[in-house]
C-alpha cells in the first residue's frame, strides 16, 4: 500500500539559486533589489497557509498516477501585487506524475494576501511555494 505525506517549505523566490528579494516598485518599472521591510503574510500567518494548502492538496495525486516510492517535489513561484491579489503563477519545477498540476490548483484557490512593504508603501512580489508529495510502498 502507498501512502503520501505532503512537506512544505515556504519561502521568498526570485532566483532558483539566488537569496534575494526583489519586488516592483509600484511607481515605476524599476525593480527593488533587497529584502522588504515586511514581508508578505496569508492572512493568518504561516501557520494559516500551511493548513490551507493540507487542506486542499490532494495527496494521493501521485501514487494514482503510479509514481515509484520516493519525494516528489514541485515548485510554483507567484506573483503578489500590492493589493494582495495572486496572479502570474510558474512552474519553476515540475516533478511530474501530476503533482505541479496539482499544486497550481490549490495555490490558484488562495485568497488576497497582505502585501509586501518597502518604505511604507505595499509593492508587488514573486513569492515560491515548493510542496513535496512522498510516496512510500
Known sequence: MRSILI?????????LAGEKTIAQKKDSSELFTGVPDK?????????????FIEKYVHPEVASQKNAPAGKYTSIISFL????????????????????????????KRGPKWIPAVVNGRPVPIRKS??????VSK
Open 80 to 107: 503578489i501585487d500590492s493589493l494582495g491579489n495572486t496572479s502570474d503563477f510558474v512552474v519553476e519545477k515540475d516533478a511530474g506524475f501530476g503533482t505541479a498540476e496539482e499544486a497550481l490548483r490549490v495555490l
Open 39 to 51: 514581508d508578505p503574510q496569508f492572512p493568518g500567518g504561516q501557520a494559516a497557509w500551511i493548513k
Open 7 to 15: 512537506a512544505l517549505a515556504f519561502f521568498t523566490f526570485f532566483q
Open 129 to 134: 511555494q515548493s510542496i513535496t508529495f512522498m
